[in-house]
């Protein structure tokens, strides 16, 4: 019979370690916490949440840190974590797509309002 080899795994971290990440990021004030859009989202908050998602992608393209984003967006650094985590209701569009705007970040924006017709879903 063949024995199990145990391994340790030093970079796991301890149960109080767990316990304390746990604890941190189940704070309602923690500030890292995304913002997810509702299915009845209308357009205008559908468009921003849009922007949203874009600024935190150029972010991560760019590997750019939180500091230097804030720097090129011209805002402190809450701000700017209330930006990448989508929190769509503290914007209005207008100055998301200043935002954008100011990091040349290419956007289109599509309204689209579905309604049913006889059962049909028509575009209009």
Same mark, same amino acid.
Do not use: W
């Given at each position: 019979? %063949?024995?199990?080899?145990?391994?340790?795994?030093?970079?796991?971290?301890?149960?109080?370690?767990?316990?304390?990440?746990?604890? %941190?990021?189940?704070?309602?004030?923690?500030?890292?916490?995304?913002?997810?859009?509702?299915?009845?989202?209308?357009?205008?908050? %559908?468009? %921003?949440?849009?922007?949203?998602?874009?600024?935190?992608?150029?972010?991560?393209?760019?590997?750019?840190?939180?500091?230097?984003?804030?720097?090129?967006?011209?805002?402190?650094?809450?701000?700017?974590?209330?930006?990448?985590?989508?929190?769509?209701?503290?914007?209005?569009?207008?100055?998301?797509?200043?935002?954008?705007?100011?990091?040349?970040?290419?956007?289109?924006?599509?309204?689209?309002?579905?309604?049913?017709?006889?059962?049909?879903?028509?575009?209009?």
């Amino acid at each position: 019979m %063949k024995k199990l080899k145990v391994i340790n795994n030093n970079n796991f971290p301890s149960d109080r370690e767990i316990e304390e990440i746990t604890k %941190k990021v189940s704070s309602p004030n923690y500030p890292y916490l995304n913002y997810v859009l509702p299915d009845n989202a209308s357009s205008t908050e %559908k468009a %921003k949440y849009e922007l949203c998602k874009d600024i935190l992608k150029y972010q991560q393209e760019n590997k750019l840190s939180e500091i230097k984003l804030a720097k090129k967006l011209g805002v402190n650094k809450k701000k700017l974590i209330d930006i990448l985590c989508s929190k769509i209701y503290l914007f209005n569009l207008e100055e998301l797509l200043t935002y954008t705007d100011n990091l040349h970040i290419p956007f289109e924006i599509k309204i689209t309002n579905n309604q049913l017709n006889n059962g049909k879903r028509i575009r209009v």
